[in-house]
């Protein structure tokens, strides 16, 4: 159904013939054309909210103190990040409860398949239903202008936060170490093989103590038994058990 208009777009009579092509030719516009069309784009601001409490509330007050001691450092890393509401609704918690971090070395990352959706994260812009989407009132006067009936994220906001292009199937070259890695509802859409290939990805990039967090109807079972579940209220975590070596 996704890939219907664009076989038609391009002169194609059937889907069919539109994967045909993709197969046989070298990646280029119409494969980017074919990703925009394939890819899932739902999300929200501080969406199903008891990740973010979890966050706000335990895991971060918990590395902080840690990286405290050795590096003062944090990276967090929002894979899948779509229109870039998740990675905002992080950097507007460390700005609201964490000013410890000022001086820190800290990396807020995001990033995307889908070109259009990391431009559209890195201007910031919001329509009123999106920003009445979760996004507490108190952040949306602070963290907000309004333009009509648009909103967009203050400057100082949307420059935590680094964007950019990713293909979880590809190599992930450009991503240092992290501290947190929301992997939330991306999982589902991949077979199994790809499934254990991402999820040794993570061991490989996860610090020390650091955490996985999937969608609440993803998990790791039988899939990677490195992985430890970590319970937080009504919120499971993922860690890279001791005895693992990466």
């Known amino acids: 159904s996704r890939l219907l208009p664009l076989a038609r ?87 609201d409860r964490f000013a410890e971090l000022a001086g820190w070395n800290l990396h807020l990352l995001a990033s995307d398949i889908s070109r259009r959706m990391i431009e559209r994260a890195q201007e910031g812009v919001y329509t009123q239903i999106e920003v009445n989407r979760g996004l507490p009132a108190p952040y949306l006067v602070r963290f907000f202008t309004q333009n009509e009936n648009q909103w967009q994220l203050r400057s100082e906001l949307r420059g935590m936060v680094r964007f950019f292009r990713q293909n979880l199937a590809d190599e992930w070259a450009s991503v240092p170490p992290v501290d947190i890695l929301m992997l939330r509802n991306v999982l589902i859409y991949f077979d199994v093989e790809m499934r254990r290939k991402v999820l040794r990805r993570v061991r490989q990039i996860l610090r020390p103590g650091g955490y996985l967090v999937l969608g609440s109807a993803e998990t790791t079972l039988n899939l990677d038994p490195s992985f430890v579940r970590v319970r937080f209220g009504r919120t499971v975590f993922y860690q890279v058990s001791d005895d693992h070596d990466n």
């Open 9 to 95: 777009a391009n002169g194609f009579s059937t889907v069919g013939a539109l994967i045909s092509q993709l197969q046989a030719s070298p990646r280029g516009r119409l494969h980017e054309q074919a990703v925009e069309a394939l890819v899932t784009t739902e999300t929200s601001f501080f969406r199903d909210l008891h990740p973010f409490f979890a966050l706000r509330d335990e895991i971060l007050p918990e590395l902080i103190e840690k990286r405290a001691q050795t590096s003062r450092s944090l990276c967090i890393w929002s894979a899948g990040c779509s229109s870039g509401q998740e990675p905002h609704s992080i950097a507007m918690i460390l700005r």
